[in-house]
């Protein structure tokens, strides 16, 4: 599939919750995409939106628990997750927020066209009636009694309420079998194979269509056409992925981008993406995103990551353990992305060590040095091409198998040095010694081409070391052992 530009997302996430290493993984791998095609594309033609989901009771909850308002504490929380991003030199080009003006106005122009849409049968896109249903406010939905575990939500370990309200409605049975065929087709992408495949298995078990709007939500979007219900969460948390682009005022900007060439997310909010998000856009009349990627969910030590378990771990920790770059790479190479992972923290510091402090850095220390010692700093690099699969491997979402092909180009380099006694042969034979380091310094260079949009810093500071008039030993080690 050849493509000119690139749009990609994560979902925006709740302010419920503070940022942890799940948010961290999906913003990671969006970002390490997002600069894997700017190099590819040119970086005009990226566009990398991240952000935050501010509205629902709950949110209001927890700003009156910590006596703010609604809009202080989400100013709050949002901020902490922009931190962090910044933390962990995540590129995104734009941070939606759902309390952004522009985007609640957009949302109530959207509600208005779904007001006045008709489905393919001829049917109202949207319609009032009752509803009565299990609804926890934790994950701001109704459950179905089996969603349950002894009576209580399994994610929130809480009753859920029972609410029954006048609602409007979105015709979704009117669109699913479209969508199945646009699904079954590939033309609406839905990856892993697994999880289209569950998303098929879903459908055939019957959808039905949803409720669009609350009645007893106050922290929340007014319908422009009725002032007594707020959009339902998930129609104004969905919408974002395009009024970030301007929809539907600024149809210049948002015809450069949509469709979405990728919507990044995990398992949990794979009915929302998969069902009502695809049918909403054609109620509106919109393209499909080309392709969602679901990916697993972290486990720490074989448990929930949660706040009552106290395992949830946050990416400030690790980048004060292992700093920015050796955190994004920890995450990525550590696991298959698309399956459940178990994350075992004292796995970490061994990853680490043998990888980046014995790996990278030390090659980049050892052959620095002898080329700083032995030959003033100088070196002749040549254009490296290594024939390997690492951008291949990135297309596919195979970041694993990316950067361990990368740490084989570590390792072989190191090997070379031992295996031509490089610190002796300076001595011995000055000219092959040369040579030799500069191969090296070439290979070191082909590497940090490959790192970019892993370890963007890393990669920088190699390139530096290298290019420079005379080669220097860095003074502070690229990773120190832990
Ligand atoms: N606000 C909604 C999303 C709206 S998108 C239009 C939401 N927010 S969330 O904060 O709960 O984020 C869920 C997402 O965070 C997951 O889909 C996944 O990308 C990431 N993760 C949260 N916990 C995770 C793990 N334990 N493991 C891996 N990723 C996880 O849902």
Redesign the pocket.
């Known amino acids: 599939m050849s493509i000119d530009k690139y749009y990609i997302t994560?979902?925006?996430?709740?302010v419920n919750?503070v940022p942890h290493i799940?948010?961290s993984?999906?913003t990671i791998v969006a970002d390490t995409l997002a600069r894997y095609f700017r190099i590819k594309l040119g970086k005009e033609n990226v566009f990398f939106l991240t952000g935050t989901?501010e509205h629902g009771d709950k949110v209001a909850q927890s700003a009156e628990a910590k006596n703010l308002s609604p809009q202080e504490f989400c100013d709050e929380i949002s901020a902490e997750y922009k931190e962090a991003w910044s933390l962990l030199n995540i590129s995104n080009d734009y941070f939606i927020r759902t309390t952004d003006k522009d985007h609640e106005k957009r949302v109530k122009e959207i509600f208005t066209k779904l007001k006045n849409a008709k489905t393919p049968k001829g049917n109202d896109v949207i319609y009032q009636d009752e509803y009565e249903g299990l609804y926890c406010t934790g994950c701001e939905k109704f459950l179905t009694e089996r969603d349950l575990e002894d009576g209580m939500c399994p994610d929130h370990q809480k009753e859920p309420e029972i609410v029954k309200e006048k609602n409007w409605f979105f015709r979704l049975s009117d669109y699913i079998k479209d969508l199945e065929a646009k699904i079954l087709s590939g033309e609406f992408e839905i990856l892993p194979e697994s999880r289209k495949n569950e998303t098929l298995g879903l459908i055939k078990q019957g959808v039905g269509d949803f409720s669009i709007s609350r009645e007893s939500v106050k922290w929340g979007i007014e319908l422009p056409f009725d002032s007594e219900q707020k959009s339902y969460v998930w129609v104004d948390?969905?919408s974002?992925y395009i009024t970030a682009l301007g929809y539907p005022d600024d149809l210049d900007n948002f015809n450069k981008w949509w469709p979405a060439d990728l919507h990044l997310?995990?398992q949990?909010?794979l009915k929302f993406h998969a069902f009502y998000w695809p049918a909403i856009l054609m109620a509106l009349g919109l393209e499909l995103p080309k392709r969602e990627f679901i990916h697993g969910?972290?486990t720490i030590d074989g448990k929930k990551?949660s706040k009552s378990v106290g395992n949830v771990i946050s990416p400030a920790e690790l980048v004060t353990r292992y700093g920015t770059d050796a955190t994004r790479y920890l995450l990525l190479a550590q696991f298959s992305f698309g399956l459940e992972s178990d994350i075992k923290v004292e796995l970490f510091d061994e990853k680490y060590n043998a990888d980046l402090a014995n790996g990278l850095g030390n090659l980049v220390a050892r052959v620095s040095n002898l080329i700083e010692k032995n030959f003033s700093g100088k070196t002749e690099l040549k254009e490296i091409n290594i024939k390997t699969n690492i951008s291949e491997n990135i297309e596919k979402y195979k970041f694993n198998e990316a950067l361990k092909e990368i740490n084989k180009l570590v390792a072989e380099s190191n090997q070379l040095i031992d295996k031509e006694k490089v610190w002796e042969l300076v001595k011995s034979e000055e000219k092959k010694a040369y040579d030799v380091l500069s191969e090296l310094a070439s290979n070191l260079l082909f590497i940090a081409k490959h790192l970019k949009p892993f370890m963007p810093e890393t990669a920088d500071k190699i390139e530096k070391i290298f290019k420079a008039g005379k080669i220097e030993k860095p003074k502070e080690a690229l990773f120190q052992r832990i």
């Open positions: 994560t979902p925006i996430y709740y919750d799940g948010h993984y999906t989901d948390a969905l974002n997310m995990a949990d909010i969910f972290f990551m």
